[in-house]
């Protein structure tokens, strides 16, 4: 009995511009047997696109063989074929919708397929019904959210009944909310008996796989069930990974309690090996409080702010609504929500992008909400990244896409230089290193401190952060947030948002919480993670220290709920457990 | 207020799903009968017709339950381009027979032949913009890919390649309001920077140069789309229209042909006047 999927010593490399090829993948061979999940995961340009993209045909090996179903990928006239067996759902939810109705994208395939009208109808509707999407049928696609959007594609590759499903990072853009439901949906589909391939980097999302692949510069570096791959962290991250959080966590409890058996990687799992150790109750102090701050008013404050998009117009739409922000100098604070809930809206008010309709902002000495304030002004104090702020790169040279701002600003010669020079190192680049190098030609987390480092030259004194992580693989993103940590400790205020629990949990002190363009909650970090309820109720999550205080205080622990960090979580366990 | 909407008043191109009575006809009577007023406003030769023409447009906007308030917004951002066009047909456009003139002053001459040209001109260019807003209001981009497609249908017969055609006129439809969303966001993301929009400083050729930071990251993000939704179609099996199955059925009724034959009494109105 032949795999479903066979890759029988396959090497491809991508052709260059001036000539020359690039390796991507290198005499790999694997098998993907009928009804497994597998994870592919990998750092940023080990092979992972490449390889999903032979595993239906998209493209097909230099040397070597891929085998799908027993038909051989280099046969063009299989392709048909191929295409009906294995579907794909890609990253960028908005990129891969062709019709502009729901139920029309959804029969795309299924009508490249040529089936009947009736049966393509039956099978749309099927389709429409097991993602959740039937009542949005009639709806044009860019009006769902992007989890919605991630779902409409799921429904159109259903349509056509394939027998395996590849996930090519189809969770690296959602919310929270949005990121869950795809992955129930994967489950689910695997329970069905559907073949399931997840490329991701998120180790948790690995960890709902029967096995994972790990790549390495077009190789197979480790294979096998998450409990062996995610047994040795240290090899881990030397091949550009991380741990999933919740094995991060309980690698940093064995080494305080040793008495915690190995191998956990889950939350539950971790909840319960701590309950099984002997405990006793002790009264504990709710979290340490700060001291709280003295009187002085903050650097940035906004009220009752009310946004419309399109307003005077039929398609006017509702964004902000009576919000109120608190930020003090030299604080980080968090602006949490699900896709669609305002907070870049809320953004763009705090370095004068949009002004204010309704309400106040002040920032520092500008009241944004008076028409005769220096916009100009406002932007130099308060520098805004977008969210994936490489994609706005258009200069050739390093050097050049970063001293753009600093230039507009007057600065020439040798204080340009220095800026620029200043600028890069705050995000570890060497100067003389990259000054020179080739934007086009940066790998993702390269671009994205280049972005980074293209505001702060104009050193501003608050920087705003959209998404500052997303899409970036594991080494990527633990080298951004260091960098972030650094400028927080130059005292720079930060505003961020994120959809990373983590993040915001290891960054920030403070957090406000956005729902339909209202502020909801507002608080210390500590406090407004200790309710995991109303967050979840929100489309949102809490960090893993968060949902294990939270799981052992529903069995009976005495811990304090506003635990987020690892070391807090330490202490608090060292007063509870006997030794 | 705002200076970043540049899609605000653009109202070509925006569907307004109001469910009139003009929306419920068959998508290939509508998007005819848009055609034929179009094509009816550009060949009328005299304000006559042109200000009949205005009317049936602000009429058909009422019955397709549009604000008309909301529709005439949409006049505002050509309106400096119209003026343009109407004051260089006043002065420099051709004089009549007997070069009587209202007003003159070095080489600039007015008459009133120019006048009227002039007057014409406006009053062609609202009406055409109206009638292309009440079209778009009126029919979504899915159903002008519809009816176009069953409108073409008979050409593949001889041969043409009418759903590629179609294909490419419903992805192009689909992606300019992505398009223009993208070009927003880099506009503010440059403006972050530094970039002067929306402080309404910089003269033609500073406006010039400065679109260089905007121009080059759209014209990169539009072609990494184009690509990923290359991929997407073929990752889904479309190899062209051969083969290919459609799930809509278009019929016409009563109602749809009563509307094309009043559309074509309106333009053969319009033009005869």
Not at chain 1, 263 to 271: E, K
Not at chain 1, 350 to 372: F, I, K, M, S, W
Not at chain 2, 125 to 147: D, G, K, Y
Request: proline fraction near 6%.
């Amino acid at each position: 009995m032949s795999a479903l999927i066979e890759f029988d010593d396959v090497t491809y490399a991508y052709p260059l511009p001036g000539g020359g090829r690039i390796a991507a993948l290198r005499e790999i061979s694997l098998r993907i047997e009928e009804g497994e999940y597998v994870a592919i995961v990998g750092a940023n340009g080990s092979g992972k696109s490449t390889l999903a993209r032979h595993l239906n045909a998209l493209l097909v090996p230099d040397e070597g063989r891929v085998t799908v179903a027993g038909l051989d990928t280099r046969d063009q006239a299989q392709h048909a074929a191929i295409y009906r067996t294995v579907g794909m759902v890609f990253q960028r939810p908005e990129d891969q919708i062709v019709a502009s109705l729901v139920e029309e994208d959804v029969a795309f395939g299924a009508e490249n397929m040529g089936l009947p009208p009736a049966e393509i109808r039956a099978r749309v509707d099927e389709a429409l019904e097991m993602v959740g999407l039937s009542e949005m049928r009639m709806r044009p696609p860019h009006q769902l959210s992007a989890g919605q959007q991630q779902r409409v594609a799921l429904a159109g590759v259903l349509a056509m009944r394939p027998r395996c499903i590849v996930f090519d990072e189809a969770t690296a853009m959602l919310d929270p909310a949005g990121r869950r439901a795809v992955r129930e949906m994967m489950a689910e589909l695997h329970r069905a008996g559907l073949t399931i391939i997840a490329i991701t980097h998120f180790m948790e999302e690995a960890l709902d796989a029967q096995r994972v692949v790990v790549l390495e510069r077009g190789r197979v570096a480790l294979d096998g069930p998450p409990g062996t791959v995610f047994a040795d962290a240290d090899t881990l991250r030397n091949l550009g990974l991380d741990l999933p959080p919740a094995a991060r966590l309980a690698r940093t409890l064995r080494q305080h309690f040793p008495a915690l058996p190995a191998g956990m990687l889950t939350v539950p799992a971790l909840v319960e090996a701590l309950d099984a150790l002997s405990h006793h109750d002790v009264k504990l102090p709710t979290a340490p409080t700060e001291p709280s701050p003295v009187a002085s008013a903050p650097l940035i404050e906004v009220r009752d702010l009310g946004h419309t998009y399109m307003l005077g117009t039929p398609l006017a739409q509702r964004a902000l609504e009576g919000v109120t922000l608190d930020v003090r100098e030299g604080a980080a604070h968090s602006l949490l929500g699900a896709t669609g809930s305002g907070k870049s809206t809320l953004m763009q008010h705090l370095n004068g992008l949009l002004r204010p309709q309704e309400g106040t902002v002040r920032v520092g000495e500008y009241a944004l909400h008076d028409p005769q304030t220096d916009v100009r002004a406002v932007r130099r104090m308060v520098g805004l990244v977008f969210q994936l702020p490489e994609t706005q790169i258009f200069e050739q040279y390093v050097g050049d896409e970063i001293a753009y701002g600093p230039r507009l600003q007057g600065l020439l010669g040798d204080s340009l230089r220095q800026r620029v020079r200043w600028a890069m190192e705050l995000v570890g680049m060497g100067f003389n290193a990259f000054k020179d190098r080739f934007t086009f030609a940066l790998s993702g987390g390269e671009k994205r401190k280049v972005a980074l480092a293209s505001i702060l030259a104009l050193r501003p004194s608050v920087l705003l952060l959209d998404e500052p992580t997303a899409g970036l693989d594991p080494a990527s993103h633990r080298e951004l947030l260091t960098h972030l940590q650094k400028l927080k400790e130059t005292g720079m205020t930060l505003v961020l948002s994120s959809h990373q629990m983590e993040d915001v949990a290891a960054l920030t002190g403070h957090v406000t919480v956005l729902d339909s363009g209202r502020s909801v909650l507002d608080g210390r970090v500590t406090d407004v993670f200790a309710q995991g309820e109303p967050l979840r109720a929100l489309g949102l999550s809490t960090p893993v220290v968060t949902q294990v205080v939270e799981g052992l205080r529903a069995r009976g622990w005495t811990l304090p709920p506003g635990l987020i960090s690892s070391v807090a979580l330490v202490e608090a366990l060292s007063r509870c457990l006997n030794s | 207020m705002n200076d970043f909407e540049f899609l605000r008043f653009v109202t070509i191109g925006q569907y307004l799903p109001t469910g009139s009575i003009i929306h419920r006809l068959d998508p290939r009577a509508r998007l005819l009968a848009g055609f034929l007023l179009l094509a009816a406003v550009t060949a009328a030769p005299r304000w006559t017709g042109l200000v009949i023409a205005l009317v049936v447009v602000l009429v058909a906007l009422v019955i397709a339950r549009i604000p008309v308030g909301y529709a005439l917004k949409g006049l505002l951002p050509p309106l400096p381009f119209i003026v343009f066009l109407a004051a260089l047909q006043i002065l420099f456009g051709p004089r009549d027979a007997a070069g009587t003139s209202l007003w003159t002053w070095g080489p600039v001459f007015v008459s009133a032949v120019g006048l009227l040209n002039g007057a014409l001109l406006v009053l062609r260019f609202a009406a055409l913009i109206l009638a292309l807003s009440w079209l778009s209001f009126c029919i979504s981009t899915t159903e002008i890919v519809r009816a176009l497609d069953a409108l073409l249908a008979p050409l593949t017969k001889i041969g043409l390649p009418t759903h590629a055609f179609v294909l490419m006129v419903q992805v192009t439809l689909r992606f300019l309001p992505l398009l223009a969303l993208e070009a927003e966001r880099i506009a503010k993301s440059q403006a972050s920077r530094g970039a002067e929009w929306g402080t309404g400083r910089g003269g033609l050729l500073r406006r010039a140069r400065q679109a260089l930071p905007l121009l080059v990251p759209l014209f990169l993000t539009g072609l990494q789309r184009a690509e990923n939704l290359a991929l997407a179609m073929q990752a889904r099996g479309y190899q062209g229209g051969k083969g290919r199955t459609t799930t809509v059925e278009l019929r016409f009724q009563w109602a749809d042909v009563a509307a094309l034959g009043l559309s074509v009494a309106l333009a053969t109105l319009i033009v005869l006047v």
